[in-house]
Every structure is written in C-alpha cells, then in structure tokens.
C-alpha cells in the first residue's frame, strides 16, 4: 500500500494471527465506564458488493425487456398474436425459455460478486484528510481523491492505489464510484445504533 501522510488513520491490522480473547466479549448491561467504551470500541466499517461481470448485467437487462414484450408488470402472460404463424414459438413458450436463461445469468453474476470491506478513518483524522485530499470547486474531478480513499480504507481486501487504478481499466465508473462511496459511507456516517433485522427473518425462525 502506498505511504500514508495520516499513520494509520483506518486502523489497518494486517496481523489477524493474535488477538486479544476478550476483544469481542459481549459487554454487560447498565453504565459503561469510559473505559470499558474504549475497550469496545471499534471503528464503522461497511462492505461494498458488485458484480464484476457486467456483461451479465447487461444480458440480464436485455432478457428483461424481451419479458415486458411477454408479461404484464403484474405478472400476467400476454395473449397471443392471432395473425402469428402457426409455427411462431407461443408468448408462454418464449417466457419460459426466457426465465430459465436469466436464472442461468443471476446464478453466474452471484459467483462474480466482490465484496469488498471498508473500515473508516477516525474522528480526528477524517476532517483533515478530507481538507488535505478532497478537492474544492464546483465540477472538480474527484478521481484521485476516490482513488486515495479506496485505498486508505479498504481491509478485506486490502488495495493499493495502484491497484485501483489498474481496476478502472476494466470496471467502468458506477463501480468505482460504489467502492469510494461506500468507504466514504464509513467515514461520514458510521453506525449509530444495532440495525433491525428483515422483517422476513422472524418468518423462517417459525418454519
């Protein structure tokens, strides 16, 4: 990874061979010291997820709109064209060779997911970094400053910013611009509270 003006401002840990055993113990209800916070406390992360195929994407959307042609929004299969040749394949036919082809394109895009893991840059940090490699104006080109924070904050895995740039030869922008956002996510907004889970989970638990 390249030099780093801040230190180590993201926390990067490269050794995940020790660790302390009470680093994770679940803390007691009541008062926390100050102390105790201390020992707890870790710095937001968040993980950023793409596809890199988005050649899948694209066939992905193409199937689609061939299924508008074929399907009602709500689900309801068109009615044939009455002057089609007999030997024209049925809008119920082509539907179902259509489903099937864009479930064989989902399970190939879920193999091609990368997930990439972000930890931000902490309090005193941010505010200068942000001063030091966030340009100003408006329409300015933030490529670098993207380019820098992806690398600062990514840990699992870790990226370079050479690395980075090698990725956007073969990601296009949308891509890009999801990793340093979601990096930029961490730093700027953190968690605040435990999320709540999918309403749907509380289903599978009576199944």
């Given at each position: 990874m390249s030099d780093n003006p801040f230190g180590n401002p993201d926390g990067h840990d490269h050794d995940h061979g020790e660790h302390d055993p009470g680093a994770h113990r679940p803390l007691s209800s009541g008062l926390l010291s100050v102390e105790d916070v201390l020992a707890a406390a870790r710095l937001p992360e968040r993980t950023a997820t793409?596809?890199?195929?988005?050649?899948?994407?694209?066939?992905?959307?193409?199937i689609m709109a061939e299924m508008a042609t074929?399907?009602?929004?709500?689900?309801?299969?068109?009615?044939?064209?009455d002057e089609a040749a007999v030997s024209d394949q049925s809008n119920a036919a082509r539907a179902r060779e259509l489903a099937d082809r864009d479930r064989r394109v989902l399970d190939e895009m879920r193999a091609n997911l990368w997930r990439v893991r972000f930890r931000a840059i902490d309090s005193d940090e941010w505010p200068e970094y942000k001063k030091?490699?966030?340009p100003k104006g408006k329409d300015v080109d933030l490529k670098d400053f993207r380019?820098?924070?992806?690398?600062?904050?990514?840990?699992?895995?870790?990226i370079t910013e050479d690395q980075v740039?090698?990725?956007?030869?073969?990601?296009?922008?949308?891509q890009i611009d999801k990793l340093s956002d979601t990096a930029f996510q961490a730093c700027e907004?953190?968690?605040v509270d435990v999320p709540k889970s999918p309403s749907s989970w509380a289903n599978l638990a009576q199944k």
């Open positions: 793409i596809c890199v195929r988005a050649d899948l994407t694209a066939e992905h959307d193409a074929l399907v009602t929004p709500g689900g309801e299969l068109l009615a044939d064209d030091k490699h966030m380019t820098k924070l992806i690398a600062d904050c990514a840990i699992e895995p870790p740039r090698a990725l956007r030869k073969k990601f296009g922008s949308g907004q953190g968690g």
